[in-house]
């Protein structure tokens, strides 16, 4: 939804109607996941994507006949290989979108969680009977929920929620609806934005941080060193903080979503931010050195009270093993391997 938030808005302030397409369910190389988001208005505006192709056409026109009905609906999309590229599906790729108006109420709600930097859930009814269809529940990491599918079904549709939020994952789930009748929920789970936060305002940095805005992630650079922590070095990045790592980190405000990457190469600084990141909900910590310098660290950081569950977590040396050398290819890497514990695959696990 971050993508789309921006034409939403301001299509509302406009006074135009706005209908909401969203992935439900994706087979074989489909390019988009399930949870991207298309928005648009009768009269042509269009924001963010669904597919890349031109089934953002059929979309675009579902969309302008649920505004007019008010009813959603839910597309198939599917092509042979040998079409596939003209339509943006690469290599026979399958695709479930769900067209509806927007839920202004829920939607209120949402963007208040986004602009909080909140984690929840939006569990839709994508298929079920006509009065059930399209309706919203939005839940969020505190309990707080907006939104409605009926008495019934709230209580399952909370615990359904709950434990995607608990494993990261948006789902499609069936349910049972009123009287016992099946119906099919989207629960998409909504994190915070990811955040990069980086420890030591080297020269790896200025590259890292450049790769991670493109990525769509906050940037932060934590230094306490002047002429290395400084606007005029990292002009672009969200906040550049010239404390103490360990007092940096607890003013970066350090979440679910957040990355961390020391990268200063010096005890003095490494230590203290790696004590504090290893302790919080970071989903990544990372750490620039050798070997030879992980061991020395280990020692240290046992010694300081850091436990052995904690320092598992530690990626060090940091980065995919790509073989790269100039900062540029190590940002790289680093990004790499950021991007592929987030998407939890199976190779990226601490040191």
Request: with cysteine; aromatic share 4%; proline share 5%.
């Amino acid at each position: 939804m971050r993508d789309v938030l921006a034409d939403v808005d301001r299509w509302r302030a406009e006074g135009r109607p706005v209908a909401v397409a969203t992935v439900v369910e994706t087979w074989g190389s489909a390019p988009r996941a399930a949870g991207a988001k298309m928005a648009m208005t009768a009269d042509g505006g269009i924001a963010g994507s669904v597919s890349g192709g031109c089934v953002e056409s059929a979309v675009f026109e579902a969309g302008r006949q649920s505004l007019a009905s008010g009813k959603p609906r839910l597309l198939h999309f599917g092509v042979t290989d040998d079409r596939a590229w003209e339509v943006g599906l690469a290599c026979g790729g399958k695709i479930d979108v769900f067209v509806e108006k927007l839920n202004e109420e829920v939607f209120e709600r949402l963007r208040e969680s986004l602009a909080a930097e909140r984690a929840g859930t939006l569990a839709t009814v994508v298929r079920g009977p006509e009065g059930l269809l399209g309706r919203q529940r939005l839940l969020l990491d505190d309990g707080a929920a907006a939104g409605s599918l009926g008495a019934s079904m709230d209580a399952e549709t909370d615990a359904v929620s709950a434990r995607a939020l608990a494993e990261g994952q948006s789902r499609r789930v069936e349910v049972a609806g009123p009287g016992g009748q099946p119906c099919e929920l989207f629960v998409e789970v909504l994190r915070p934005q990811p955040t990069l936060v980086v420890v030591g305002g080297v020269h790896i940095a200025i590259a890292l941080t450049a790769l991670a805005r493109a990525l769509g992630y906050r940037t932060i650079v934590v230094d306490p060193r002047q002429a290395f922590g400084n606007a005029a070095r990292f002009p672009r990045v969200d906040r550049v903080l010239s404390e103490w790592p360990d007092a940096g980190l607890r003013s970066a405000g350090l979440h679910a979503s957040t990355a961390v990457a020391v990268l200063t190469h010096d005890p003095k600084l490494d230590d203290p931010a790696l004590r504090e990141a290893l302790k919080s909900d970071a989903f990544y910590v990372g750490a620039l050195g050798s070997r030879g310098t992980q061991e020395k660290r280990r020692k240290r950081l046992l010694a300081a009270g850091v436990t052995e569950e904690e320092l598992s977590r530690l990626h060090a040396p940091i980065g995919l093993p790509l073989g790269g050398r100039s900062p540029e290819e190590i940002a790289l890497s680093v990004m790499a391997e950021i991007v592929a514990v987030r998407n939890k695959r199976p190779n990226a696990s601490g040191a």
